[in-house]
């Protein structure tokens, strides 16, 4: 049975390609984030500065949960193995 | 069909999974490793906050004895450790007549760090930091943060140290 879902995938094959790469992109990119954010808390928090801490913390978990509801829309591909 | 041939097919039959297959990575669970490690940098964070503020940092209490002022040729320095601490300090006599008391670990990987005499810099001869002798701030190299500073006060001929209580400037 032909679904909206395949016909919009045979019609437009690149297109999960493109979802995934963009996905991809994007979680790389918090990551990076994120990475400097710890490095920035873990400097300030040797040096006594701790008003930076838990904003960076929340933006952190932020950061986190953007990428985990992202893989919501992570592609499951044209073509199952049975 | 011999018993071997036989024994190899019955065996692909109840694991069918290819060799290639089995090593190969694809973009999916590579997007999974990245939430995973996200999440692994967000319980990082979570931790340096948690450990600031419920383990902080332990301040110098009260005031110490270290040496006379004449112990201390000018430009020369002499290495202490507080009571019931094992944090390395230096007393720097400068040229300029101050004393000065920093912590012996460079702020960057832990290494002794030394004055330079009559330079006013103290220098880490691990990755060639330096810092500003009078004030502990970083002048060059890769240290992120000053050197960690004691006030240095007298009582008559003796030097003595005690917590420094910063100035903040806004």
Known sequence: MSTFRKSQNSANPNKLNNILSTLIFILILNVSIQIWLLYASLNNALDNNKEILIPAFIASAILFFIGFSWLYYLPKGNFRRK | MSK??????NWKKDFPIKKQESTQVSRRDFAKFLTFVSGGL?????????KAFLLPKEEVE?????CNKEDIPVGGTRGF?????????????LESGDFRAYEQKCTHLSCSVFYKPGTGIIHCPCHEGSFDAMTGD???GPPPRALPQLEVFFKE?????KALIEKKDS
Request: proline share 2%; charged share 10%; hydrophobic share 50%.
């Open chain 2, 4 to 9: 071997e041939d036989n024994l190899n097919q």
């Open chain 2, 42 to 50: 967000m319980v990082g964070s979570g931790f340096v906050t948690a």
């Open chain 2, 62 to 66: 009260g005031e110490h004895f270290i």
């Open chain 2, 81 to 93: 450790v507080l009571e019931g601490s094992t944090i390395p300090y230096i007393l720097i006599h």
């Open chain 2, 138 to 140: 970083v002048l060059a």
């Open chain 2, 157 to 161: 001929n003796a030097v003595f140290v």
